[in-house]
Nanobody, 118 residues
Framework: QVQLQESGPGLVKFSQTLSLTCTVS??????????WSWIRQSPGKGLEWMGA???????YYNPSLKSRTSISRDTSKNQFTLQLSSVTPEDTAVYYC??????????WGQGTQVTVSS
């Protein structure tokens, strides 16, 4: 059973860089065909796809966040990470990592709350 777990600081200061890690167990992030994604949900808003990294290590980003977002991976630890720079209070959200199989987000982490202090 594939499991994902987000980790990182729950509080980030204005203008700093948010960094989160997703640790995957029960499956390899290098397995073909899967994508590994970051999604967030701000208070009172819907889910927002931020970006993804493929099993090939190719990365894909939401155009609205692309200039501030970087996704990378550490295959030795079976982890992938999210960095979001120049954060503002509008980046306060619950951040999720998920596995994508085709168009299905079939496995999710439990989510982690990140608050940006002004």
């Amino acid at each position: 059973q594939v499991q994902l777990q987000e980790s990182g600081p729950g509080l980030v200061k204005f203008s700093q860089t948010l960094s989160l890690t997703c640790t995957v167990s029960g499956g390899s992030i290098t397995t073909s065909y899967y994508f590994w994604s970051w999604i967030r949900q701000s208070p009172g808003k819907g889910l927002e796809w931020m970006g993804a990294i493929a099993s090939t290590s190719s990365t894909y980003y939401n155009p609205s966040l692309k200039s501030r977002t970087s996704i990378s991976r550490d295959t030795s630890k079976n982890q992938f990470t999210l960095q979001l720079s120049s954060v503002t209070p509008e980046d306060t959200a619950v951040y999720y990592c998920a596995r994508v199989d085709g168009s299905w987000y079939d496995h999710w982490g439990q989510g982690t709350q990140v608050t940006v202090s002004s």
